[in-house]
């Protein structure tokens, strides 16, 4: 076991942070993963999983010991006329898994396509895009139970998947994933609900276009995290009842809004940043990207502080105007490798 000290976590965030670590692995198999725990264990270390890279705020001094995640493989496990199940590793780059699939003839993860980070992350926030959201292609989860000091496997319906939700959120402290088993669909099932996907797929409804152009809108609106870092949209869409949204939309008739199956509203957040004047705008070296407003953007070498300064202000100027408290999307560590609260 080759555990590193004093490494630099920058290269291994989208957002570009200088984090150094204390404590450092890199894992390829589940045996190297029991390894890694017992050696945290051992020296009293708390244990911070690191997968893509894309979804997290890391402070400049971590003293844990961070694994990162390099499962690799895909496995088929069973297969019918209708679909085949797939085992996958974590430490898959998600966007070429799906590649991969469209080449394979299999469906379902189209909508999905160039989402930053890798496959073992794609159930904890439950990703999603142009109406299509993970959890419905997975069939389980399987993961080492830190509790019960077992890998096991999780039931999709057994993961309360919900928007950008599932139970990984809830205790993100006791799974680790190793692998995400899939299932996907032989014949295309093509979903256009969303926004103007359908008009940008025109007459072509082959999987391969729906592929192109849910890549096209995203390289049009999304900054790449390699040119301006970033971790996608940096808030979640406020999903508020009925009745709020009835008061907001009085008084902001264009706010774009999304009903729930529950009767919720689910309310357009890059909309309320856009019209508090945060589109484009700056604060030191941390901003709104111009194009979406909804994407924080590292400009030039911020430090976790630097991007608490800007997003706190986004949150006042929207709170100020909206009465609604933006929630941020990714997840906040403290100097111990342990996830933080957003709310001071
Ligand atoms: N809007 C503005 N100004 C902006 C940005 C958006 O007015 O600066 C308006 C748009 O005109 C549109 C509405 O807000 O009417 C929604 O915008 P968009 O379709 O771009 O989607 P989004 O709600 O901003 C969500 C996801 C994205 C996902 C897209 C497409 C969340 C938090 N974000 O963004 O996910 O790609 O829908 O499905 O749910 C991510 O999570 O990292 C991510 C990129």
């Given amino acids: 076991m080759h555990i590193q ?3 630099q976590l920058q290269p291994f965030n989208t957002l570009n942070l200088g984090s150094v670590a204390s404590h450092y692995i890199k894992i390829e198999t589940e045996h190297m993963l029991l390894e890694a725990l017992s050696y945290a264990e051992q020296q ?8 893509g890279g894309s979804n997290m705020l890391l402070p400049e001094h971590i003293h844990a010991l961070v694994i990162h995640m390099d499962i690799q493989g895909i ?3 069973n297969e ?20 991969w699939t469209t080449e ?13 980070g890798l496959v073992g992350a794609s159930p904890v926030q439950n990703i999603g895009a142009y109406g299509v959201e993970v959890g419905e292609f997975i069939q389980a989860v399987r993961v080492y139970d830190r ?36 299932q996907l669909l032989k014949h295309a099932n093509l979903k256009l609900s969303y926004g103007d996907l359908k008009q940008a797929v025109g007459e072509d409804l082959s999987a391969e276009n729906l592929q192109n152009q849910v890549i ?9 995290p390699k040119e301006y870092p970033n971790a996608g949209s940096f808030f979640k869409n406020p999903v508020i009842s009925a009745q709020s949204f009835d008061q907001i939309n009085t008084k902001f008739p264009q706010l774009p809004h999304y009903p729930q ?6 309310i357009a957040a890059g909309w309320l940043i856009d019209q508090a004047g945060w589109k484009g705008k700056r604060l030191g070296m941390v901003g709104m990207f111009a194009k979406q407003a909804l994407v924080l953007v590292n400009y030039e070498d911020a430090t976790l502080l630097d991007v608490q300064a800007t997003y706190r202000a986004v949150q006042q100027d929207v709170l100020n105007k909206f009465n609604i408290r933006l929630e941020p999307e990714p997840v906040l560590f403290n100097a111990v490798g342990l996830i933080q609260s957003h709310v001071e």
Avoid: M
């Fill in 216 to 224: 096209q809108i995203r390289q049009s609106k999304l900054p790449d």
């Fill in 80 to 99: 019918d006329a209708q679909t085949k199940t797939l085992a996958v590793g974590a430490g898959q780059v998600w966007h070429d898994f799906v590649l």
């Fill in 44 to 51: 009293q270390l708390n244990v911070l999983i690191l997968s």
């Fill in 261 to 266: 199956a529950n009767g919720q509203i689910k």
């Fill in 75 to 77: 496995e088929t496990l």
């Fill in 5 to 7: 000290n004093n490494v």
């Fill in 104 to 116: 394979q003839h299999l469906y379902g993860l189209q909508n999905l396509a160039l989402i930053p």
């Fill in 147 to 182: 509790v019960t000091q077992q890998f096991t496997e999780i039931l999709a319906s057994d993961c309360q998947f919900a928007y950008r939700h599932s139970i990984f959120k809830d205790q993100p402290e006791r799974y680790v994933i190793t692998q995400v088993i899939f």
